[in-house]
Structures are given as structure tokens and as C-alpha cells.
């Protein structure tokens, strides 16, 4: 995505690749779902979910990171991953030291039963912050 900072989520997703954006609005529901109460601002060009502070991120890979695209498909990422009951490794944290991370081709490849119980988890870590 090398136009111009989008200025809305609208923008955002309109400037995706059709795939990226299917991928994208799937997740976005998912994030909904689990927390309706979430605010959802861009950062580094991508969506960021927050009550307390930032829980998921959705970065599609067409949102370059230093001009570069970094991988293919939509990373899923938790902002305090390390926090998060990972064992079944659905996530990965490769070289990161807090964020955990899956890269999602199409819809089709997201458990959402799994993905759910790593949000709520995530809500639960970041109600620890608000309090």
C-alpha cells in the first residue's frame, strides 16, 4: 500500500487487495464479537483494538513496514502476547519479545473458536491495566 495515510477505517479497507480486505473484515468481526466495546484507531496504518490499552493489531501484508512488504496475507497480532496463555502455539513470537503473531492467507484458515479464547484472554490481561 504505498498511497497516502488512509484517514479512516473505510479507507483503510478500500485500499486493501480484495483477498487482504476479506481477510481484514473477517478478523475485524471476530475482534467485534469478542469486544464490542473496543476502540479501533489506525496505527502505523493498520487497525489497532484498545479498551485500556492497544490488545490486537491487523496488519495486511500489502501495509509496507519500511517500504518493504514483510510477508503475505493479514498478520493477527497481540500487543502483550507475552502475557497471553500461548500453549498451544497457535501464535507465534518468533524474535519478539511481548507481541504474538499468525499470518491468515483467506478467511477459511482462522480457527475462531481458538482466536476468541486468545481475546478474551487478552481482555482479561488488559482489564489488569485499567484497574
Known amino acids: 500500500m504505498s498511497s497516502p495515510r488512509p ?11 480484495t483477498e487482504e480486505r476479506h481477510v481484514t473484515q473477517h478478523l475485524r468481526n471476530i475482534v467485534y464479537d469478542c469486544i464490542p466495546h473496543c476502540n479501533e484507531k489506525l496505527s502505523y496504518n493498520v487497525p489497532y483494538f484498545s479498551v485500556h490499552k492497544p490488545i490486537c493489531f491487523i496488519w495486511p501484508g500489502a501495509v509496507l513496514w519500511d517500504k ?38 483467506n478467511p477459511s484458515e482462522v480457527d475462531v473458536d481458538l482466536l476468541k479464547m486468545y ?13
Open 119 to 131: 481475546l478474551f484472554n487478552a481482555v482479561e490481561v488488559d482489564e489488569q491495566f485499567g484497574r
Open 68 to 105: 518493504k512488504r514483510m510477508y503475505d496475507g493479514v498478520r493477527f497480532g497481540f500487543t502483550k502476547g507475552h502475557l497471553l496463555n500461548n500453549e498451544s502455539t497457535y501464535f507465534d513470537q518468533g524474535k519478539r519479545k511481548f507481541v504474538i503473531y499468525r499470518d491468515f492467507k
Open 7 to 17: 484517514k479512516s477505517i473505510e479507507d483503510f479497507l478500500q485500499s486493501l487487495p
